[in-house]
């Protein structure tokens, strides 16, 4: 998805779609961890909610700067 896209889209919408991609970033690593046998099967739940809360702060950083 393009900038100018991403751009384009209302304040919410923008909000959902990065917490939709935090969320299978998280999904990614955690099936990473999983594939390197690192934490078992709670690194995908973990990551998950690692990443997620990651994210949350960083959503909230931003909008206290704009």
């Keep these: 998805m393009s900038s100018v896209v991403f751009d384009s889209l209302s304040g919410p919408m923008r909000m959902l ?8 970033v998280g999904a990614l690593v955690g099936l990473g961890l999983y ?6 099967i709670l690194a995908v739940p973990l990551a998950v909610v690692g990443v997620l809360a990651a994210g949350e702060l960083y959503l909230f950083a931003v909008a206290e700067t704009a």
């Design 17 to 24: 779609l990065s917490r939709v991609a935090f969320l299978l």
């Design 35 to 40: 594939a390197l046998d690192v934490g078992g």
